[in-house]
């Protein structure tokens, strides 16, 4: 009697676990079938094609625009400014006074000493005709020559000074701001204006560093400006034999024709450091890191039963060098390829991948 009773519990719990089983089984079956009608994870991309394109390994340095005509006008001599016959921005023509200060206090020294110098001339004049009768000693002669020599010596000292007061153009250019007025006193070396030629030629001033390139006159070089739209090829014309002992660095100047470029500009030079070569060409957003790298998604045909039909595929590159939108790279990368663009930071190697209708080719 007990062991049926036992045997009938038993028998009763086996009976509701396989029961409870069962009701299990069909709620994870039912869940998973939920599931597999799920739609894989995907990410909806644009796609554009990698080309074959040539890159020359270059480096940016910074560079200053220098014209081959311009001038610093300041004071050789202190006095009072009385004529500025040019207003700022004017151009102002070769051999023009573009500072008058006031000299007629030189000028009444040199009349005097015009004077003397007439007079002395006179005297010499005479006594030399005197001198054929003995008349005069010479001694006489002497120092009538001497006191000659003395005061041309003078009014020459006064020529050079007057010279100073009156600053003349070397040269035809445009005049720079100034903020003096007539009747300004200038003190000496003060500075009143720029005067810069009218030369459509400008001189871009580097420097390079030691071991970067080997710069020789005849080579050309690109120059952009801050932000980094090209401006021209520049032409090397000059390059110093010796480095500067702080920096390390040698000077060179290249010369372009530019007469939009303002003397002192700050501009980009691109120098090549190494000979061209051969990569793919592939838009800048393209192009992933993670920790092995770089890398790009190649957009390939997935499997025929398949939720979509493409897939991302993971390709490693090394970059190799870059524009503002563009990077050049070689790797795992074929012309023609086609790459993900927009969007293909959310990829992931053998995803499912949507391409966006307004995909863009290349």
Known sequence: MKVGS?????????????????????QISQAMAVMESFPPPSESVTVIEAKADV????????????SPEHLVISAEMAGRVVELPFKSGEVVPEGAAILVLFDDDLEAQRDALEADLNLIST????????????LVSQDQLDTLSARSLSLKAQIAVLDARLSRMTVRAPFRGTLGIYPQRLGDLMRFGEVLTSLTGLNPYRWVDFKVPQGLAEVRVGDTVQ??????????VATVIAVSDAFAEGTRTYDVRAQLTASALRHGALVQVALRIGPTENLM?????????DPQGAHTFVVVE?????????RASLRRVEVRGETADRFFVRGELNPGDRIADQ??????????????PGATQE
Do not use: Y
């Open 55 to 66: 890159w020359e390994p270059t480096r940016l340095l910074s560079g200053t625009v220098r």
């Open 281 to 289: 060409s592939v838009p800048a957003r393209s192009v992933r890191w």
């Open 223 to 232: 120059i952009r400006d801050i932000t980094g739209d090209e401006l021209g």
């Open 343 to 356: 969007g293909a930071f959310k990829l992931k190697d053998a995803i499912l991948i949507s391409i966006q």
């Open 6 to 26: 036992w045997f009938i519990t038993g028998a009763v719990c086996a009976l509701v676990t396989v029961v409870l089983a069962g009701v299990k089984f069909l």
């Open 123 to 134: 005297q010499l004049k005479r006594n030399k005709i005197l001198e054929a009768d003995s």
């Open 302 to 310: 997935a499997e025929a039963d398949a939720h979509l039909p493409h």
